[in-house]
């Protein structure tokens, strides 16, 4: 079956720092992939998206590329806030069909904490 | 504005006893979720419904019943019967543009 893994946390770093979350998964053909943020004590937020190899998905200065060959989808972000502080989800999921849609497979979460 | 509500936002429940969690979507997506998050862990699926009417079970439906009686509601009973019910609910939705995620229920079993 679909299995996504994002490495663990809780990543600490300083404000303007350089962020990256690995992330890799295996499915069958060819997933779209996602990343998540979820804010405390809130549901969680779509922050970017990619559907085909070598598609970037980038949001709020947040970027992550599809990688077939490595199947991978790490997040990056080149300098962070102290908003930034959160649980990042990467995700997968197949084609929608219709208007049916298909289940996210998800990572365990990544906290990330940022210190001024 | 669209959107997805769950109710209430924290829940406490008395062990043995069933527990109903709401979540209503007005955003006409035909497919609707429930995931359970526990601590430090990844989201995993409950039950999911493509269809009124229809639902089908999800990774760990073992305790948990729905019913899917109108496109816009979709309420997740937690019974006596889930052993560890403590844990972050979170209801989803979705189209052929994505999904869209609620607020997410806490419950706690005391």
């Known amino acids: 079956g679909d299995s996504v893994t994002q490495m663990e946390g809780p990543v600490t770093l300083s404000e303007e720092a350089f962020l990256t979350i690995n992330c890799t998964y295996t499915?069958?053909?060819?997933?779209?992939l996602f990343w998540y943020v979820q804010y405390p004590g809130e549901g969680l937020q779509l922050l970017l998206k990619?559907?085909?190899?070598?598609d970037k998905g980038s949001n709020k200065g947040f970027e992550a590329t599809y990688r077939k060959e490595t199947t991978s989808f790490h997040l990056e972000k080149g300098s962070v806030q102290v908003s930034d502080s959160a649980v990042y989800f990467c995700?997968?999921?197949?084609?929608?069909?219709?208007?049916?849609?298909?289940?996210?497979?998800f990572g365990g979460g990544t906290r990330v904490l940022v210190k001024p | 504005d669209g959107g997805i509500t769950q109710s209430p936002k924290y829940l406490f429940r008395k062990e043995g006893q069933n527990v109903t969690l709401s979540c209503e979507q007005n955003?006409?997506?035909?497919?609707m979720y429930w995931y359970r998050q526990d601590p430090g862990q990844g989201l995993r699926l409950i039950y999911y419904?493509?269809?009124?009417?229809?639902?089908q079970k999800g990774d760990i439906a073992e305790g948990y019943s729905v019913s899917r009686e109108k496109k816009e509601s979709f309420p997740l009973t937690v019974t006596s019967a889930q052993k560890n019910p403590t844990a972050f609910y979170l209801c989803?939705?979705?189209?052929?543009?994505?999904?869209?995620f609620g607020s997410g229920t806490r419950l706690t079993v005391v």
């Open positions: 955003l006409n997506h035909d497919a």
């Open positions: 989803a939705s979705s189209s052929v543009d994505g999904y869209t």
């Open positions: 990619a559907t085909k190899a070598d």
């Open positions: 499915a069958t053909g060819y997933p779209s």
């Open positions: 419904s493509q269809i009124v009417n229809d639902f």
């Open positions: 995700a997968l999921s197949h084609k929608m069909i219709k208007a049916a849609g298909n289940k996210l497979t």
